[in-house]
């Protein structure tokens, strides 16, 4: 691993970030109106219900471990899709001698920056616009974050193998997978309140069980290991699968000449 | 300066042994040393390439020296840029072996391609990057020390310094062609690999792209393989000539004692020929 090669590759997408205005509603201003829907609705439902009061908390918490998940996801898939489908640039890289896990590296140490940028964003507009400081959640948001972070990696990766195998028509999914996690995976309620057949799918994703633990420590109970280590067992089962995955399509890619596909 | 001698021994020499007896010490202008590589720059043994059924290339041998400058020639759908992206790791062949400078593919494509500078008229680069950007982006994935000074110095080679604060979906054609070769030597490769580079070049910039290369073949010892359907070109760019046909090597030798196995006068009436057999065998199909 070169980390002059791994540094060159983040310093490529901060680049095109920095040139490109809009790259920047990712990490400002789709967690800002994130902030602000759910902590509206939160606000709402408790102005109607007394037992309701805690509903910004959890919302607001839920919105901002989301935001976990999809930032991880989204690097890793506009990273590569920057290179592949959106810039045709993708020859270009495979005929240099950065490797397939440092390009990774390089696009899933942006990652972590934009999700820095992003938790700042939504700490920030939580606490101004709700009064709602995720940090007196404590320190059992750490394991939550590493949890839906290598959820994250895990989506990331899969959505690579998909357009390294289908070319553009899969970008739909980088857009869209998340939304179906979302649903699926109970970020603001638990999954007895998701219809009944839809809840043994929920049970067996990690990303469920990391959402019960954040639900638990904003409660103010302690940390439930159970469903951290449950989550964590379950996503690094998903991250080395889907990576599997990646890499056998990279092969499939490789062997039946798809690099025409992108140049 | 007293040139010192040096033996490279490792994988390259390993290489050298397995050889079938064409091989020979080579000189490597390109170093601050002479050294002293013993073996092809880069051999391909058997490579095999089926897309649908269909073989694209068929038991293709090619061996290249150290400071040759190699045409890769043929009618469309002969196999050439498939062929290249073989060479280049991108395609993986059914069957064959690459090597190039004892770095084996696909194990030691890293090191390989450390070494070998590519670029083709149909490559996009980067869009919403300078072309100085770009260029320093690739310096640094090729470990170039001083990337400012190896960017300007190759803009400045090929006449294109003025492009460097230019968007790169900003150029033409062919200023986007002169900015991709100018990529692809900026690491000094010992291996420079072009399709078809002056496809898109008005004639007096790709007359003068043809001279640049020369110069840094010449300056730097550097091995040129090249695909062109331009046969004035690849007369001018090289001195040896690997003819493609059906996938197969048709002719492989120098530009006019190809042209005079085949009765004619030049190259062009070579590629008219094989390039009317293949439309003939398609037919017949």
């Known amino acids: 691993m070169s980390w002059r090669r791994i540094r060159t590759v983040v310093r490529r997408h901060l680049s095109v970030m920095w040139r490109s205005p809009h790259r920047f509603f990712d990490v400002s201003v789709w967690p800002l109106l994130d902030v602000l829907l759910w902590g509206t609705l939160g606000t709402f439902v408790a102005s109607e219900s007394a037992s309701s009061k805690a509903s910004v908390a959890y919302l607001l918490a839920g919105i901002c471990m989301f935001h976990v998940l999809y930032q991880m996801q989204i690097a890793l898939a506009t990273g590569f899709m920057e290179e592949s489908t959106w810039s045709r640039n993708l020859l270009n890289v495979l005929t240099t001698p950065v490797t397939e896990a440092e390009y990774l590296a390089g696009i899933g140490l942006l990652g972590l920056l934009k999700l820095c940028v992003s938790l700042l964003t939504l700490v920030v507009s939580a606490f101004v616009f709700f009064r709602f400081n995720l940090g007196s959640v404590g320190w059992g948001l750490v394991p939550v974050s590493a949890v839906l972070l290598v959820c994250g990696w895990a989506i990331g990766f899969f959505v690579i193998g998909l357009i390294l195998r289908y070319g553009a028509s899969a970008e739909v999914l980088a857009w869209g997978i998340q939304f179906v996690l979302m649903a699926l995976s109970g970020v603001f309620n638990p999954i007895t309140s998701i219809p009944a057949a839809l809840r043994p799918i929920a049970r067996v994703l990690p990303t469920t069980h990391a959402f019960a633990a954040l639900r638990a420590v904003v409660a103010g109970d302690p940390l439930p290991w159970h469903d951290i280590v449950v989550g964590s067992i379950g996503a690094f089962v998903c991250a080395g699968a889907a990576a599997f995955y990646a890499l056998r399509m990279l092969k499939v890619f490789r062997e039946r000449g798809f690099i025409t596909r992108f140049s | 300066m007293l040139l010192t001698p040096r033996l490279v021994f490792g994988p390259d ?36 390439k089926a897309f649908k059924g269909v073989r694209a290339v068929d038991a293709i041998d090619l061996r290249v020296n150290t400071g040759e400058r190699v045409g890769l020639l043929g009618p469309n759908g002969a196999g050439k840029t498939t062929t290249l992206l073989m060479l280049l790791g991108a395609i993986t062949p059914d069957a064959g072996e690459i090597e190039i400078l004892g770095h084996r593919l696909p194990q030691q494509r890293s090191a390989a391609m450390g070494i070998v500078g590519f670029a083709a008229g149909y490559l996009r680069l980067p869009d919403r990057l300078k072309v100085s950007e770009a260029l320093r982006l690739f310096a640094g ?69 043809r001279d640049r290369l020369l110069d840094v073949c010449a300056a730097e010892g550097t091995t040129l393989l090249v695909t062109s359907h331009d046969m004035r070109e690849v007369t001018m760019l090289c001195d040896r000539v690997v003819f493609l046909a059906g996938g197969r090597i048709v002719a492989d030798g120098a530009p006019t004692d190809i042209a005079e196995s085949f009765g004619h006068d030049d190259l062009e009436g070579v590629f008219l020929q094989l390039a009317g057999r293949a439309l003939s065998e398609a037919d017949e199909l």
């Open chain 2, 13 to 48: 020499a390993l290489s050298a042994r397995r050889g079938d007896g064409r091989y020979r010490v080579e000189r490597l202008a390109s170093s601050n040393q002479t050294d002293l590589f013993v073996g092809p720059l880069l051999d391909a043994r058997g490579l095999v």
């Open chain 2, 141 to 209: 994935l090729y470990g170039v020390d001083d990337e400012r000074a190896a960017v300007a110095d190759g803009l400045e080679r090929f006449g294109i310094a003025h492009l460097g604060d230019k968007l790169c979906e900003q150029l033409s054609s062919g200023q986007r062609t002169l900015v991709g070769i100018t990529k692809a030597i900026l690491h000094r490769p010992r291996l420079l690999v072009l399709d078809e580079p002056t496809a898109s070049l008005d004639p007096d910039v790709a007359l003068r792209v």
